[in-house]
């Protein structure tokens, strides 16, 4: 897979920024009915949901061990395929 623009320029900054491999913390917020499609990219039991105060959104957050700068991006260009996803 090849990297966009902006795809390449996110692999630089998180090059930058960590030393692979390490953790790597995800954050999301999708809309109520559509968290069970961001918790399928993760392993069981590597993310947590909770309920936003109205009940409309739900927070996501999966932590996990990456091998590189790429996985990390796959995932997330992954989750913006699921419509109202918001990538923190």
């Given at each position: 897979?090849?990297?966009?623009?902006s795809?390449?320029?996110?692999?630089?900054?998180?090059d930058?920024e960590?030393?692979?491999p390490?953790?790597?913390l995800?954050?999301f917020?999708?809309?109520?009915?559509?968290?069970d499609?961001?918790?399928a990219?993760f392993?069981k039991?590597?993310?947590s949901?909770k309920?936003?105060?109205?009940?409309?959104?739900?927070?996501?957050t999966?932590?996990m061990?990456?091998?590189?700068?790429?996985?990390?991006?796959?995932?997330?260009?992954?989750?913006?395929?699921?419509?109202?996803v918001?990538?923190l």
């Amino acid at each position: 897979m090849t990297a966009s623009r902006s795809g390449e320029e996110f692999i630089k900054m998180l090059d930058q920024e960590h030393k692979w491999p390490t953790w790597y913390l995800f954050k999301f917020i999708v809309p109520r009915g559509k968290e069970d499609l961001i918790v399928a990219l993760f392993p069981k039991g590597a993310t947590s949901v909770k309920a936003s105060t109205t009940g409309k959104y739900r927070s996501i957050t999966a932590k996990m061990m990456m091998e590189s700068a790429q996985e990390v991006l796959d995932i997330y260009e992954k989750a913006n395929h699921i419509e109202g996803v918001l990538a923190l």
